[in-house]
């Protein structure tokens, strides 16, 4: 979810084939890491339906997801969760779990290094799903684009500042990864 959404089953890209709608829902249960009502999801995702039409869609989506996915989703009668029993890989949770690592022993750089790797551009960078106010609402109102980047703002620095005081020599990719807080400072909306 950090830079353009990519969804992999089994080793292969599936993204593609999986409706704007039901991307959505699955980067918001997984990003969030909570069971939301039924009702919740219906209005994030079809707001601007009536309860029974917004409901209705909700329960095709999530068998469509169920056929795809299988045990992906936990869901009841009243509920919906990302279920995380099941083995998975979130990038976001990967990255806020290495830059959340304060230490800059020379062993804990690799973790710190391969979290910058992975923020790929903003959170949901250029995804967007048509008459969804909730879900925009949720994506730009909850400050989780900002969040994040400052999170990597703060990762590059204290990385740069760890290969300084220890004399490496960054990669070239490392080096073009530094100079992203540049770009995010430009283009940052006013």
């Not at 009502?37 to 869609?57: I, Q, V």
């Amino acid at each position: 979810m950090l830079g353009t959404v990519v969804i992999s089953l089994n080793g292969a890209e599936v993204s593609a084939q999986i409706p704007a709608k039901s991307l959505a829902l699955l980067c918001y249960l997984a990003a969030t890491g909570h069971t939301h009502s039924r009702e919740k999801l219906a209005g994030l995702l079809w707001g601007d339906k009536s309860e029974d039409s917004a409901k209705a869609n909700l329960r095709k989506l999530l068998s469509n997801l169920g056929q795809m996915f299988g045990n992906a989703l936990i869901i009841s009668r009243q509920t919906v969760a990302f279920n995380r029993d099941n083995a998975y890989r979130l990038d976001v949770e990967v990255f806020e779990t290495a830059v959340a690592e304060d230490d800059p022993a020379p062993e804990k750089l690799e973790p710190l290094r391969e979290a910058v790797e992975l923020y790929r551009g903003d959170f949901l960078e250029g995804f967007s799903v048509q008459q969804t106010l909730g879900f925009e609402e949720w994506v730009l109102g909850e400050r989780e684009r900002e969040r994040l980047r400052q999170m990597a703002i703060q990762a590059l620095q204290r990385l740069s500042e760890a290969y300084t005081a220890q004399y490496i020599r960054p990669s070239f990719v490392i080096l073009g990864k530094l100079l992203l807080p540049l770009r995010l400072l430009i283009v940052k909306p006013i």
